[in-house]
């Protein structure tokens, strides 16, 4: 199969093309400076030129906290829902599989039940996950063969990420407050990656979640598992969210995706994130 991944230099998409080319697909990347898809034309022109047979749909604006700048909105907005559009558009044309890459906080949950990769309760909290809402919308009203998967505090060694945040804190820090009452599991896109190509491999169709396994954290138990691991003297402080009161966005408390759905439909779980944690040490040499 041949496979087109937009969005291919950032963190997931990076590795998603290394996994497919591993593994002996045919795999062209795309970034803004070949595929800018807010262009509608530009995004037709680069499917007629090759054809995909699944396209894996990586590339958001990605930026929580500045996507509440209204200079900013609209081109959120172009990226995110636009942008998403024109590449359902595009895989209804050419009748490929579209992979959609969404986001917990397309849900305001609250409490501390799972959320099941069928819920409908959709409430945004900011306007990332309102337009990541939008997005999901987009592909489910314009195509059948698509898989709308749902991840989590993802990390991958192309990119920023919590745990580079963490580490370069931890460089002139002897204490740091991390936030304790946002629950959910990391996703490692190493491990995320392996998972969307098996499931472009299917044609079980719908909307899934997936997180690595290992159970549900706060990120200041992340925080500490990696000082943990990288021997860092770094006290961590838990503080709410309310307490700690930096981020323009508001992120849900409860980001417990439930991802039993994978196992049902026959996909290997990802590994625990305590695993994925320490490979992710090991491989980037910290």
Same mark, same amino acid.
């Given at each position: 199969?041949?496979?087109?991944?937009?969005?291919?230099?950032?963190?997931? %998409?990076?590795?998603?093309?290394?996994?497919?080319? &591993?593994?002996?697909?045919?795999?062209?990347?795309?970034?803004?400076?070949?595929?800018?898809?807010?262009?509608?034309?530009?995004?037709?022109?680069?499917?007629?030129?090759?054809?995909?047979?699944?396209?894996?749909?990586?590339?958001?604006?990605? %930026?929580?906290?500045?996507?509440?700048?209204?200079?900013?909105?609209?081109?959120?907005?172009?990226?995110?829902?636009?942008?998403?559009?024109?590449?359902?558009?595009?895989?209804?044309?050419?009748?490929? &599989?579209?992979?959609?890459?969404?986001?917990?906080?397309? +849900?305001?949950?609250?409490?501390?039940?799972?959320?099941?990769?069928?819920?409908?309760?959709?409430?945004? *909290?900011?306007?990332?996950?309102? =337009?990541?809402?939008? %997005?999901?919308?987009?592909?489910?009203? =314009? *195509?059948?063969?698509?898989?709308?998967?749902?991840?989590?505090?993802?990390?991958?060694?192309?990119?920023?990420? +919590?745990?580079?945040?963490? #580490?370069?804190?931890?460089?002139?820090? =002897?204490?740091?407050?991390?936030?304790?009452?946002?629950?959910?599991?990391?996703?490692?896109?190493?491990?995320?990656?392996?998972? #969307?190509?098996?499931?472009?491999?299917?044609?079980?169709?719908?909307?899934?979640?997936?997180?690595?396994?290992?159970?549900?954290?706060?990120?200041?138990?992340?925080?500490?598992?990696? +000082?943990?691991?990288? &021997?860092?003297?770094?006290?961590?402080?838990?503080? =709410?969210?309310?307490?700690?009161?930096?981020?323009?966005?508001?992120?849900?408390?409860?980001?417990?995706?439930?991802?039993?759905?994978?196992?049902?439909?026959? +996909?290997?779980? *990802?590994?625990?994130?305590?695993?994925? #944690?320490?490979?992710?040490?090991?491989?980037?040499?910290?």
């Amino acid at each position: 199969m041949k496979y087109l991944i937009t969005g291919a230099n950032g963190q997931l %998409g990076y590795d998603v093309k290394k996994q497919l080319t &591993k593994r002996g697909f045919e795999a062209i990347g795309t970034d803004v400076s070949d595929m800018d898809i807010t262009d509608g034309t530009a995004v037709n022109e680069k499917f007629d030129a090759v054809n995909p047979d699944v396209v894996i749909h990586c590339a958001a604006w990605t %930026g929580v906290d500045a996507a509440e700048d209204d200079e900013n909105k609209s081109k959120v907005y172009a990226v995110n829902v636009i942008g998403t559009k024109n590449i359902a558009n595009a895989c209804k044309k050419h009748n490929c &599989k579209m992979i959609y890459i969404s986001t917990d906080y397309v +849900f305001s949950a609250v409490g501390d039940e799972p959320i099941k990769p069928d819920c409908k309760e959709f409430a945004p *909290l900011n306007y990332y996950g309102e =337009t990541k809402y939008l %997005g999901e919308k987009a592909v489910s009203e =314009t *195509l059948d063969k698509f898989f709308i998967v749902r991840i989590a505090w993802v990390f991958g060694k192309n990119g920023n990420n +919590f745990i580079k945040t963490m #580490l370069k804190l931890s460089e002139n820090h =002897t204490e740091l407050r991390v936030v304790n009452d946002q629950i959910g599991t990391p996703t490692y896109t190493y491990d995320l990656a392996r998972l #969307l190509i098996d499931i472009s491999e299917s044609n079980k169709y719908g909307f899934y979640h997936a997180t690595n396994e290992g159970g549900y954290i706060s990120w200041c138990d992340f925080a500490k598992e990696i +000082f943990a691991l990288t &021997k860092k003297n770094v006290k961590v402080i838990p503080v =709410t969210t309310e307490e700690y009161g930096l981020s323009k966005a508001r992120r849900p408390l409860n980001s417990r995706l439930d991802k039993s759905k994978l196992k049902e439909n026959g +996909f290997a779980p *990802l590994p625990d994130w305590q695993d994925a #944690l320490k490979r992710y040490i090991g491989e980037m040499n910290i």
